[in-house]
C-alpha cells in the first residue's frame, strides 16, 4: 500500500483524469476527498465528497478545509479540474477566454494556495497538477488552452522551488490525448470518433491513452518511490510531444 496513513484531495474527482487518479490512491490507502461540481458522479466516485465550483476562490478554500476537517490533514493534492474549447486569436471572445483561464489556473492557484499550509505540516507531501501535452506543443486553434496549461506548467516549477525547504514535491502531468469526458463535454471536437481514430497516427505508440495510464503516473510521483523529483514536467502521451503539430 503505496500511500497507507496519506490523505488527499483531488479535484476534477468527478470523471475521467481526477476520477481515475482517486481511485487508484484509494486503492493504494490513501483517504481521497474528491471534488467536482456534479454530486451524482462524486457519490460514484468515493466515500468522500465535496461539490464546488473552483472559479470561486471561496469554494476553492471551502472544499481544501473540507478535506482536512475530515481526514486531520493534507498530504496530496491533485489538482486535476479543468476543460477545454477551440479557438484562436481572431475568434475568442474575451468571456470564453476568461472562462478556460479561470478553470484551468485560477482554480489551481486558488486551490493551491488554500492547501499549502497544510500540506507544508507535513514533510514529504506533495503536489501534482495536470496538464497538457498543449503546454509543450502549439496548436493555433487552443490558444487560450495551451497558454493556460503552460501557465500551470511554470506554476508547478516556481511552486517547487518555493516548497522545497518545506519538504513539499511540486510536478506536473502532462498528457497526450486520454479517453475521458474532456472533449465530449465541449464542442472542441465535433466527431469524437474520427477524432481519436486520427490520433492513433498522432501518437507515436499507435494509440490514445486511458485514465488508469495517467494515474500509474500520479501514483509513483504521489509516493515515497519518487522522493527526489520536484519541479518536473512528465509527459505521458504515447510520443505525442515529439511530434510537430499536424
Not at 128 to 140: A, E, K, M, W, Y
Amino acid at each position: 500500500m503505496k500511500l497507507a496513513g496519506r490523505s488527499a484531495l483531488v479535484t476534477g474527482g468527478s470523471s475521467g483524469l481526477g476520477r481515475a487518479i482517486g481511485r487508484r490512491f484509494a486503492a493504494e490507502g490513501a483517504r481521497v476527498m474528491f471534488v467536482g461540481r456534479r454530486e451524482a458522479r462524486l457519490r460514484e466516485a468515493g466515500p468522500d465528497w465535496v461539490t464546488a465550483d473552483l472559479t470561486k476562490p471561496l469554494e476553492c478554500s471551502r472544499a481544501v478545509q473540507a478535506a482536512v476537517d475530515r481526514f486531520g490533514a493534507l498530504h496530496i493534492l491533485v489538482n486535476a479540474a479543468g476543460i477545454i474549447g477551440n479557438g484562436g486569436i481572431l475568434d475568442t471572445t474575451p468571456e470564453e477566454w476568461r472562462r478556460l483561464w479561470d478553470a484551468n489556473v485560477e482554480s489551481v492557484f486558488h486551490v493551491t494556495r488554500a492547501a499549502a499550509p497544510h500540506l507544508i505540516r507535513n514533510r514529504g507531501a506533495s503536489i501534482l497538477n495536470i496538464s497538457s501535452v498543449c503546454s509543450l506543443r502549439p496548436f493555433p486553434t487552443l490558444l487560450a488552452y495551451c497558454a493556460g496549461k503552460s501557465a500551470v506548467d511554470m506554476m508547478t516549477q516556481c511552486l517547487a522551488l518555493e516548497l522545497a525547504p518545506h519538504g513539499v514535491r511540486v510536478n506536473a502531468i502532462n498528457p497526450g490525448v486520454v479517453v475521458t469526458e474532456l472533449h465530449t463535454a465541449s464542442a472542441a471536437v465535433p466527431d469524437y470518433p474520427a477524432f481519436l481514430e486520427r490520433s492513433k497516427t498522432t501518437h507515436p505508440l499507435g494509440r490514445v491513452g486511458s485514465p488508469e495510464d495517467v494515474a500509474s503516473l500520479a501514483l509513483f510521483l504521489a509516493s515515497d518511490e519518487a522522493s527526489w523529483i520536484t519541479g518536473a514536467v512528465h509527459s505521458v502521451d504515447g510520443g505525442r510531444q515529439l511530434l510537430s503539430a499536424r
